[in-house]
């Protein structure tokens, strides 16, 4: 349960439901799903009943019209159980907003009612054997030919990329950044699971490969020259909302494990608790938990009222929340001992998870290299305003001295 | 000084302003290509977009999203002009 001053009645009721949902679609059966290495095609249609593929797309085009907030306890509400599953949604929403975005009308019309409704499933395809973080070493190309568009390339771990229905691809159409919507189907178009990765092992990660794949140009997303300024930095943007959230479910699942443990089993004539080794493991899950919440809704909360800091905000809590998540499964394997290795085990499968959501949607590093330079900036900005604002105020103080 | 001229000089103010609280420099040129001159990198561009349609209350469209329109504090003042703002 996150802590409930951070959330008003309404949103803590809309969490405790999405908790239930969660607990009672994937509580039993996730680890099963992970070793398969597969999501049932009946959990996924219930995601789509329940509307969450169209988490936060408006109501016209059949979503549920969430905000940030809503979207992110979703997240953490499934992030808690199946981190495979959140990928899904993650992957969903990022394309689905990218046409909202930046689509015309006529993609809106023609897509998001089906992805809204789980009907068509999408990915993301992005990544490259050769090219993650550094978008612009893609190699995939997007030739104009005629009324058409020619794709060529291949796609490394793009999740959902075995199963998907719809692809929104990125390549490069004489050196600019384009992106293009290609439905499975395409000639051209041909998928491959990555099978027994550490992470993300339910998700259907896929190579797709284009060779000389063709789409009409109306499926074309904004224009030639705005993928890489635009449509990707957008995408990844609300796939580290996703990530954050996740990552905080996981870290419940954590410390309600750890809790339980610590609190019934007994070793030397004790509860775990009271050893004090383990009391200040679970001291620091705790003290973590309660600040990734706080970054987490404030993140969700800059998004919601519009804030310019929102995108900072968005990065700071992937960044710090995966970094928490990682550290306490491991912790938390080191409470539960052995049966916390087991394959069974779900800290087993998050171990992977957690390390995989610090590289994915810009790994752990790149998001220091652009945060290190925003707080600097803006902590010396501060400093400089305090300066200039304490001197302000100091001057009628120094002239009435004087008097 | 008229007073759509004023309405340009508060725009490239504004501007001005929030490139500098987030490059933490202000010693730029009105023409200085903030992205070629290292002030920012390509990431930002997304900011300074929502920036500029919540500021000036104008709507970017696809057209709009050229890079050049946010490459520097002119660029930038000339788009909000020419949207209407």
Not at chain 1, 313 to 322: G, L, Q, R, S
Not at chain 2, 43 to 58: D, I, N
């Amino acid at each position: 349960m996150l802590a409930g001053e951070m959330l008003n009645a309404d949103q803590n009721k809309v969490h405790r439901e999405l908790q239930d949902f969660a607990r009672n679609l994937l509580a039993a059966d996730a680890q099963a799903w992970d070793i398969a290495q597969e999501l049932p095609e009946g959990v996924l249609r219930e995601l789509g009943k329940a509307g969450y593929f169209g988490a936060m797309l408006p109501s016209k085009y059949g979503g549920l019209g969430w905000g940030a907030l809503d979207y992110g306890l979703l997240n953490e509400a499934i992030g808690a159980h199946s981190v495979s599953l959140t990928g899904v949604i993650n992957v969903q929403t990022m394309v689905a907003e990218g046409i909202l975005k930046w689509g015309t009308s006529d993609q809106r019309e023609r897509w998001l009612p089906q992805l809204a409704s789980g009907k068509l499933l999408s990915a993301f395809a992005l990544s490259e054997p050769g090219a993650g973080s550094d978008i612009e070493a893609i190699s995939t190309t997007i030739a104009e030919d005629g009324d058409d568009l020619v794709i060529d390339g291949t796609k490394n771990w793009i999740t959902f990329g075995d199963r998907a229905d719809l692809f929104l691809v990125i390549g490069k159409v004489n050196g600019k950044g384009a992106a293009a919507l290609v439905e499975r189907g395409t000639p051209g178009l041909e998928t491959a699971p990555h099978r027994d990765m550490i992470g993300f092992r339910a998700a259907s990660l896929g190579q797709v490969r284009f060779d000389g794949c063709r789409v009409p140009k109306s499926h074309l997303l904004g224009r030639v020259g705005v993928a890489f300024p635009f449509v990707v930095p957008f995408a990844l943007d609300l796939g580290r909302l996703n990530i954050a959230f996740t990552a905080l479910g996981m870290l419940r699942t954590c410390l309600e494990l750890c809790s339980e443990q610590a609190l019934r089993r007994e070793a030397f004539g004790k509860r775990l608790i009271s050893h004090g080794t383990i009391s200040a493991i679970i001291a620091d899950m705790g003290v973590d938990f309660s600040a990734c919440e706080a970054v987490c809704i404030a993140c969700a909360n800059a998004r919601d009222r519009g804030s310019l800091r929102a995108m900072d905000a968005t990065m700071t809590a992937k960044y710090f929340v995966t970094r928490a998540a990682s550290r306490h499964v491991q912790n938390a394997i080191q409470i539960l001992g052995a049966s916390g290795c087991q394959e069974g085990s779900p800290l087993a499968r998050f171990w992977g998870d957690a390390k995989t959501m610090e590289i994915i949607e810009g790994s752990n590093q790149i998001h220091q290299m652009i945060l290190g330079p925003r707080f600097a900036t803006l902590h010396r900005s501060r400093r400089a305003s305090n300066s200039r604002a304490h001197q302000q105020d100091e001057k009628p103080t120094l002239m009435a001295a004087s008097a | 000084m008229a007073a759509a001229q004023m309405v340009i000089e508060g725009a490239k103010a504004d501007i001005r302003a929030f490139v500098s609280q987030n490059t933490d420099r202000d010693d730029f040129a009105d023409d200085l290509d903030l992205f070629e001159g290292g002030l920012v990198n390509s990431l930002f561009v997304l900011e300074l977009m929502s920036f500029l349609q919540k500021s000036f209350g104008v709507t970017l469209e696809m057209a709009d999203l050229d890079m050049a329109n946010f490459q520097s504090v002119n660029a930038m003042v000339e788009l909000v002009k020419r949207k209407g703002a």
